[in-house]
């Protein structure tokens, strides 16, 4: 069974540009969710998306946001990209019920010039 | 979500049992403690989970308290690959999977 799947694996950009980031779910898993990590912050969740609609937000500006398709992919989308935006995004995916064991990508690492 | 607090480091003897401690005094009923590591620049990897019970799997065994306020992640026989960073995060176990991350304990299994 395939794992959680995110492309690309490493990006550079610079400050101003956009930047979108695509995340496969494991196969049958409907919930994906996505989070920055820094050296300085740690892990922090972004946001959630459940049968396409964002189920949960974390602290982060509206530069921020996402979207889930009807095959559980899901995307997303950084704009306006800012210095401190440099950090590893990371993808995950889980299966709906108890449990709620969260299944991480390799992840997407930003650098923003 | 409740906070939990881990040691910021810890070593061990490659082979001796690695145990892992962590603190969440201000866990509610209906919150389960969870494990995750992370080696070096990849993905976090689920471990394990419990709500009051001791539990054990392949990879480590969770022992809570009675009083469910603190618990320890144990590696039985650790080896040089569990070398990462391990994180205890406690949360509800049904509707959103909004996780928060603390800083976890560094473990560096040593040869």
């Known amino acids: 069974k395939a794992g959680v799947t995110q492309t690309p694996r490493y990006l550079i950009k610079t400050r101003g540009q956009q930047v979108t980031l695509s995340c496969s779910p494991i196969?049958?898993?409907?919930?994906v969710s996505w989070y920055q990590q820094t050296p300085g912050q740690g892990l922090q969740f972004l946001f959630e998306?459940?049968?396409?609609?964002?189920?949960n937000k974390g602290n982060f500006p509206g530069r921020f946001s996402g979207r889930q398709f009807s095959n559980s992919r899901s995307e997303m989308n950084v704009s306006t990209l800012e210095l401190g935006d440099s950090a590893l995004y990371l993808c995950?995916?889980?299966?709906?019920?108890?449990?709620?064991?969260?299944?991480f990508g390799e992840g997407s690492r930003l650098t923003v010039l | 979500d409740a906070k939990t607090t881990q040691p910021t480091s810890m070593d061990c003897a490659e082979g001796r049992a690695a145990n892992l401690p962590c603190n969440h005094s201000t866990i509610s009923g209906n919150e389960y403690v969870y494990w995750y590591r992370q080696i070096h620049s990849q993905g976090p990897q689920y471990i394990i989970h419990?709500?009051?019970n001791n539990e054990t799997n392949e990879m480590a065994s969770l022992i809570i308290t009675e009083d469910r306020k603190s618990s320890t992640l144990i590696l039985p026989h650790a080896t040089l690959r569990d070398t990462a960073v391990y994180y205890c995060?406690?949360?509800?176990?049904?509707?959103?999977?909004?996780?928060?991350f603390g800083t976890g304990t560094r473990l560096k299994v040593l040869a």
């Open positions: 419990g709500l009051k």
């Open positions: 995950a995916s889980s299966l709906e019920g108890q449990g709620l064991e969260l299944f």
């Open positions: 196969s049958g898993h409907r919930s």
């Open positions: 995060i406690v949360r509800v176990a049904s509707g959103t999977y909004k996780y928060i």
């Open positions: 998306y459940f049968s396409e609609t964002q189920r």
